[in-house]
């Protein structure tokens, strides 16, 4: 039996970031909107949430402390400012980090302990805080996700807080808020969101509707994300960009991930290297390890991302899709080897270890114990 949950109300189109005032009025009349402290800025995206926010009358505190992957203190240092503030809704402004702050500080600042007590597994009992995600990133899908991925410096560990309370009450999907990424940043969250849509679409955890979301999502990153890197100002391929990641996001909210994001988080967090690079630089090794185990599905990506396949075997058109992936992240500049960015063979032992209690890595298709992780490590090294 599968269950598909999926309560955030999803307002898109260019432009719809329009609506953020009215929509948080809803909930409350004082907001803390979290950030980045110089992205948002520099576009001026800050300064106009705060005045859509204003006009409908809400208080707004600024939290723009997110810098990289968030640590525990940082959600632990907002939370006590939306205390302090007296805030009634969360405002998660940015990419994955920024989103996923906010969604940890709505749903933890009403309950006892610390942040650090549910980051080791302390059980959720009850709902947070309204929570309303803007994602300016086509990349993570974290506003339709019910987990924060979080960082604790002190145990060496990332790793997600999830819920199912966690979802966003809105997300507003507007890719008008992508246009002034540069190349590199749409590079790297490009390739985690085509390799969240493939892996929640050969997940052993997909069904039929994660499947029909997965499937659109792979087609519109296949015909977008390129040209979104080559031409930032291109607002179609944009859409299609920001599009594709919204629905892998909620594919994998109810799919799971598998193999790639099993290792990325472990590999990210000790070298430093952006989780999309690492997503999409593990992405080829781990299709090429599961195509026997999915092959009908690997086919299928093959013909999503424009590959002719009315002529080939199924086996035939499952290699295709390796190298129609390989194709894209070439023009990304996603990088194909570890070596380069720092990784070593010596550290296998402690990625092994650490990726192995993955709930990604038990939703991969084909098993993957120690072994098999120590192997696609040192293919890619």
Not at 79 to 98: D, N, T, W
Not at 109 to 119: E, I, S
Not at 315 to 326: F, I, M, W
């Amino acid at each position: 039996m599968k269950r598909f949950y999926q309560p955030t109300r999803i307002i898109t189109g260019v432009g719809c970031f329009d609506q953020l005032g009215e929509s948080a009025r809803c909930y409350g009349e004082r907001a803390l909107l979290v950030c980045g402290g110089r992205a948002m800025r520099r576009s001026g995206t800050l300064d106009r949430a705060q005045t859509l926010l204003g006009g409908a009358g809400i208080v707004v505190v600024i939290y723009d402390r997110v810098r990289g992957e968030p640590t525990l203190d940082i959600v632990e240092e907002g939370i006590a400012l939306a205390r302090a503030k007296g805030c009634q809704v969360i405002i998660g402004l940015g990419g994955g980090s920024a989103m996923d702050v906010a969604k940890a500080i709505a749903g933890l600042l009403p309950l006892p302990g610390r942040v650090r007590d549910y980051h080791h597994g302390r059980k959720i009992e009850s709902p947070g805080l309204p929570f309303i995600a803007i994602p300016t990133t086509a990349g993570t899908g974290a506003e339709v996700t019910k987990n924060a991925v979080l960082t604790d410096p002190a145990r060496g560990i990332k790793a997600s807080i999830r819920d199912d309370t966690w979802f966003a009450r809105v997300a507003l999907v507007d890719p008008e808020l992508t246009l002034l990424l540069p190349p590199s940043v749409t590079a790297s969250t490009g390739g985690d969101a085509l390799c969240q849509a493939i892996e929640a679409y050969v997940s052993i955890g997909a069904m039929p509707v994660t499947d029909a979301l997965a499937m659109e999502a792979i087609r519109l990153l296949g015909r977008s994300l390129v040209r979104a890197f080559q031409d930032g100002q291109d607002i179609e391929a944009r859409s299609g960009a920001l599009y594709g990641s919204l629905l892998a996001g909620m594919a994998l909210a109810n799919a799971r991930l598998g193999g790639v994001h099993g290792m990325a988080h472990p590999l990210g967090y000790r070298y430093h290297i952006p989780h999309g690079t690492i997503c999409g630089l593990l992405l080829p090794y781990v299709m090429q390890y599961n195509l026997a185990y999915a092959s009908e599905k690997y086919a299928r990506v093959a013909a999503l991302l424009g590959v002719d396949t009315r002529d080939m075997t199924e086996e035939e058109a499952a290699r295709k899709s390796v190298d129609a992936v390989e194709g894209i992240l070439d023009a990304l500049a996603i990088p194909r080897r570890l070596a380069p960015l720092g990784v070593v063979a010596d550290d296998f032992e402690a990625i092994i270890a650490e990726s192995l209690p993955s709930g990604s890595l038990k939703h991969n298709p084909r098993p993957l114990g120690a072994e098999d992780v120590r192997q696609l490590l040192a293919e890619a090294l």
